[in-house]
């Protein structure tokens, strides 16, 4: 379970690339959440990733047509989250939703929280983590 908000989806396009590329077997789902429609970032790419990729499943969540992301919509958007390891990139509040959720159920070690604090630290702590993955997934 891939979990990003706003600029936190660029670390994890370059992970779902690589996954694509070498059309991993993995069953990933991509929980992005963000404004609306207009607010997201690589909208096509993401299309073509999905189109080229059928191991990916991609649930956007927009915070401007219901409420921010919270425990009970993951669970909605994503049933089995339970079952799967979890990476999370965004905002400190977004990421602290997904690691509550994680904490509470026990599940704090299937969860890597990438980085903290918002803005241009939290992506860098992001893009570290994402780039640990990938050299540990070869």
Do not use: F
């Not at 009970?72 to 959720?101: F, H, K, M, N, T």
């Not at 890597?112 to 070869?138: E, F, I, K, M, P």
């Amino acid at each position: 379970l891939l979990c990003s908000a706003g600029s936190g989806i660029a670390p994890m396009l370059s992970l779902l690339h690589d996954l694509a590329a070498r059309r991993s077997e993995r069953d990933v789902v991509l929980l992005h959440s963000c404004r609306d429609e207009g607010d997201l970032i690589a909208a096509g790419e993401l299309r073509d990733i999905t189109r080229q990729w059928s191991r990916l499943q991609l649930q956007l969540h927009y915070s401007s047509r219901s409420r921010h992301l919270d425990a009970d919509r993951i669970a909605e958007l994503v049933p089995d989250w339970s079952a799967r390891e979890a990476l999370v990139c965004g905002p400190d509040g977004y990421a602290d939703v997904v690691q509550s959720l994680y904490l509470r159920s026990g599940l704090g070690a299937q969860l890597q929280r990438a980085g903290r604090g918002d803005g241009v630290d939290g992506l860098a702590a992001c893009l570290v983590a994402v780039v640990r993955t990938l050299s540990s997934s070869r």
